[in-house]
């Protein structure tokens, strides 16, 4: 089975920032340019490429990123000063990038965390494609999806994920997607359902789809 979480680390190599020298920039500021810029543009795209299943690039072989600053907040960043530049000391947030794969649009995820005093982020993959939740939610939904689909494909080997496709907005009131993977050489879906209860969303999943 993939695994759901990466534990790679990935050093980053920030770049000069144009603050001037007698006004120390905010936090705020500071990864406002860091998602802005061409490093994590890159830093974005070589990761996605890594952490891409290989089920997908056995079919389109690299993916080339087309916006990249887009993202989800989990802890402020902070930076300390290195020189004349600065590095990215702690913080966390899910970066999300829209890529072209072979001529159609896809969005990759991923919760990136920087591991203190190192300037380095490490990058945990997440569902592919449009999912509309955050973090907590995608952990309770997996926890019920998968085990469907892997009993739907007869399979307790080997699982990717490949897609998820949203049914439509995301709304206080719910939504649904449609989830795919691959499971032991074969494609299945599962239609996945949010509806709203005390504190949260709760989750189902049906309408089994293997082909």
Not at 1 to 29: C, G, H, I, N, Y
Not at 180 to 186: H, I, S
């Amino acid at each position: 089975m993939r695994r759901f979480f990466a534990t790679t680390l990935f050093f980053f190599a920030w770049m000069s920032v144009a603050f001037a020298q007698s006004s120390e920039p905010d936090q705020k500021a500071l990864f406002v340019s860091f998602i802005n810029s061409a490093g994590y543009k890159s830093y974005l795209e070589r990761i996605f490429n890594l952490g891409e299943p290989t089920t997908l690039k056995a079919e389109c072989p690299s993916l080339g990123i087309l916006e990249w600053n887009k993202i989800m907040m989990v802890e402020q960043p902070t930076f300390v000063r290195s020189g004349a530049n600065y590095q990215i000391t702690s913080g966390a947030w899910v970066g999300m990038a829209v890529m072209e794969r072979c001529g159609s649009r896809v969005t990759r995820r991923a919760l990136l965390k920087a591991v203190p005093g190192s300037n380095v982020l490490q990058p945990t993959f997440l569902l592919p494609g449009d999912f509309r939740g955050n973090l907590k939610l995608e952990a309770d939904a997996m926890r019920i999806v998968l085990p469907g689909l892997m009993a739907a494909a007869k399979c307790t080997d080997k699982i990717e994920f490949l897609n998820v496709s949203s049914h439509g907005p995301s709304t206080p009131q719910g939504w649904s997607e449609t989830w795919t993977a691959a499971a032991c050489g074969r494609r299945v879906d599962a239609e996945v359902t949010y509806s709203p209860i005390s504190g949260g969303m709760n989750v189902t999943a049906g309408k089994w789809k293997v082909y």
